[in-house]
Every structure is written in C-alpha cells, then in structure tokens.
C-alpha cells in the first residue's frame, strides 16, 4: 500500500510515518547505547527488536490516532503537537511488543521481509531456547517503553488544559491505553490455545481493540471529545476491525508471499482458526472439507496439499461468502461514519481509513 493523494488518510498516515520512523530509530539508538554498558548481549536483543520495528510497517495505528484527533479538533495543521506524537510513537512500540510475541508463539521465522525477532536472536546465541527467552524478553522491553512514552505524552498536555481536566483526560487515556492491551492479549489466549470456535470474538479482542478501536479513541481523547463522540467512534471501530482482520485472513491465503511476507500457505499449515476456516467447517461440501484438513493444522502440509486447501477455500464459496461479510462490516462502519456528523474534512478523512484497512490489497 503506497501513499496516495487519492486517499487523505494515507496521505497523512504517510506523514505521521515520516515524523515516527526517525523519532523511533533516535530513542531506541539511546535505549541501545545505554544498556550496552550493561551487556552487549542486552544490546544484542534491543537491536534484533529495533530491526524489526524500524524495516517497515505502515504506522496505520498511528495514522487513526492523529486522524481521530484531526477529526475532533478540525484542525489538521503541522506540526502535530508533542503529546499526540508522543502518544503514537508509544502506540507503535506496543505495536512491536505484540509482534515480537505474536511471530514466537505462531514460530514464525520472518516478518516485514526479514527475520522474526526470535529467529534473529536465536541466530545471533546459537540456541533456540536462548532465542526465545531473549525475544519474550525483547516484547517486554517494548511494552515497557511503550508505557513510558505514553505517560510522557499525558504528563505533557496540551495548551490550556487545567490541571484538574488535565487529570481527568489523563484517566481516561490510561483506561482506554491499557484496556486495549488487556483485550488483544485475552484474544492472543484464545487464538493461541484454539478452543474457541468464534473466530469473531478473537477478532473483536485481538485486532479491533489495538488496532482501530484504540488508536482511534485515543487520538480522540487527546483532542477533548466528548462521550458521545467517543461512543461513535466505536461503533465505527468495531466492524471496521473486523473487516481489517478479514481482509489479513484473505491477503495470507491468496496474496502473493513475496508481498505479505509470509510462507505460502503458513496460516492453514499453522491450523490458525480464521473466519474461514470456520466457515469450510460449518458450510464446505464434504469434498472440499476433505481438501482442507488433509493440510489444515499439519506442519509438514506439502505445497500440493495446501494449494489443493486454499483451492477449496475459493471452490466452495468461502472466498465469496468472506468477501460479501466484508462489505457489510464496512457498510456497518459507514453508517457509524455518517452518524457522527462530521465537518466534511474530517468526514473524508475516515472513509479514507475505511478504504486503507478495507481494500488494501483488493
């Protein structure tokens, strides 16, 4: 997905990156500086985390953080002020943390085009185990920045705020910070150990929380809006996350590998619990269910199995049926849009981000 003057929403995700990936790179230079006096191997694991936070990634959580503060405060003007900044650069170190754990607990070996940040550091100590127990080490210390910054940003403020409204909205962005968090890792518990069958409810805590629903309430927060606005926006989050998740589900299974940046077929082989997945088990002939479990959770899949899986997927409906879905969750997400009543900046502002997180890919 490139930047365009088509879509205001890329545009200024665009920008938010270009102000992000320096601050970034600078403050984890200093954080790698610093524990380097205490061991080379401390260092050795920042870097591996550094690597991947800064080799690519869109910024679209901190896209919808500033795009919802543009949308509340009508003012879209540059330079984006410290605490708003601040609050995204935290976001995308949480964003880091859940990745670093994620590609662990998935054994993923690469991610954004290069090595998972397990697989660096087990490359780098020659032991697996080692590599492990450093990556879990590595989120950690990315979450814990994350907090850090993140209390910078609310100790800032913003012009005008009176000490005692300046606490309350600090409240408010810790709930709404830390509330995100405690869903994706609930729906992390449910992906991981598989038991449950709503696909749905992974999505919902997994990804709409700390990628649309988050973002986007704490750049409004940020901004002053008021309950009602922040009562909007998630109902425009919800669906909107969702359909975010499908349209990844889709992208892993049909894109091209070289572009997702995931082995072919890697989401069957892992047995991962998608909506579509769910759907061949509840709707696929016999035929094609046979298809998809002789490679659905098998490690070793061969590539003829897994193309013969993601075969039935498009054979029996699944594809279409996850497609219609995906256009009534942005239907759903639209009339939310529509609902708020915003200045028509604002307003183009987020369809933009509907057609970003919706059609990337399409």
């Known amino acids: 997905m490139s930047p365009s003057t088509d879509n205001p929403f890329l545009a200024l995700t665009a920008a938010v990156k270009a102000d992000l990936d320096p601050a970034l790179n600078a403050l984890l230079d200093v954080e790698v500086a610093d524990v380097g006096q205490v061991g080379r191997e401390v260092a050795g694991m920042l870097r591996a985390a550094q690597a991947l936070l800064c080799r690519g990634g869109k910024r679209l959580r901190a896209g919808l953080l500033v795009a919802a503060h543009h949308a509340v405060t009508g003012d879209s003007s540059k330079p984006l002020p410290p605490p708003v900044l601040q609050a995204a650069l935290a976001l995308e170190l949480l ?3 859940f990745l670093i754990h994620d590609d662990w607990m998935d054994k993923d070996a690469t991610r954004r085009g290069g090595p998972t940040v397990h697989a660096a550091l087990t490359h780098q100590f020659q032991d697996e185990h080692l590599g492990a127990c450093s990556a879990v080490l590595a989120g950690d210390y990315m979450m814990t920045l994350a907090a850090r910054e993140f209390h910078i940003a609310l100790e800032t403020g913003t012009p005008g705020d ?53 973002p986007l309430l704490v750049g409004a927060l940020l901004a002053g809006a008021q309950p009602s606005m922040l009562r909007h926006l998630e109902a425009f989050a919800q669906p909107l996350g969702i359909a975010f998740q499908l349209r990844d589900d889709l992208l892993g299974v049909f894109a091209d590998p070289t572009l997702t940046g995931k082995p072919f077929g ?57 497609e219609t879905y995906i256009g009534s969750l942005k239907r759903t997400a639209t009339e939310a849009l529509q609902a708020m009543a915003l200045a028509p900046a604002a307003h183009t502002l987020l369809t933009g981000a509907i057609t970003a997180l919706v059609d990337r890919g399409h």
């Open 95 to 97: 964003q880091a943390y």
């Open 162 to 214: 009176e000490p005692q409204a300046l606490h309350l909205k600090s409240k408010q962005l810790l709930r709404a910070f830390t509330s995100m968090q405690l869903a994706a890792v609930a729906g992390q518990q449910l992906d991981v150990v598989g038991l449950t069958r709503d696909s749905l409810k992974v999505y919902e805590l997994k990804t709409s929380s700390y990628t649309v629903c988050g």
């Open 266 to 322: 890697r989401d069957i082989a892992a047995g991962k619990w998608t909506w579509l997945a769910q759907w061949v088990e509840q709707h696929a002939a016999p035929v094609h269910q046979n298809a998809w479990k002789a490679a659905f959770g098998k490690e070793h899949a061969s590539v003829e199995q897994l193309r013969q899986a993601v075969g039935a997927l498009e054979s029996s409906g699944a594809r279409a049926a996850a």
